[in-house]
């Protein structure tokens, strides 16, 4: 068992920047790839960014490539995804996850065994 709580999420201006984290809590941490997630109003859960378990190199959707960058501290038990030149549509609830069993490539979100309880990010035009 894994918890997972998510912070730093807000209201922000197109072209702005956030910074979110996901504390880890439980199991080894560090066992586990990351994934962020969101899903907005009326539509279906999305995969953003993952990570492996040594946090060597990151895995992004095409929507966020190049804006998104996520990261992790093993030994603060902590994965991050920093967003910037946001945008409107990056509008949604941010989820992070754990995947035991994959790298951090897995766009599939069944696949991830635990999950936070989500963080809004809103973006303003």
């Known amino acids: 068992q894994v918890q997972l709580v998510e912070s730093g999420g807000g209201l922000v201006q197109a072209g702005d920047s956030l910074r979110l984290s996901c504390a880890a809590s439980?199991?080894?941490?560090?066992?586990?790839?990351m994934g962020w997630f969101r899903q907005a109003p009326g539509k279906e859960r999305e995969f953003v960014a993952g990570?492996?378990?040594?946090?060597?190199?990151?895995y992004y959707a095409d929507s966020v490539k190049g804006r998104f960058t996520i990261s992790r501290d093993n030994a603060k038990n902590t994965a991050y995804l920093q967003m910037n030149s946001l945008k409107p549509e990056d509008t949604a609830v941010y989820y992070c996850?754990?995947?035991?069993?994959?790298?951090?490539?897995?766009?599939?979100?069944?696949?991830?065994?635990?999950w936070g309880q989500g963080t809004q990010v809103t973006v303003s035009s």
């Open positions: 996850a754990a995947d035991l069993y994959g790298s951090g490539t897995n766009y599939n979100w069944g696949a991830y065994e635990y």
């Open positions: 439980g199991r080894v941490f560090s066992r586990f790839a």
């Open positions: 990570i492996s378990r040594t946090g060597n190199g990151g």
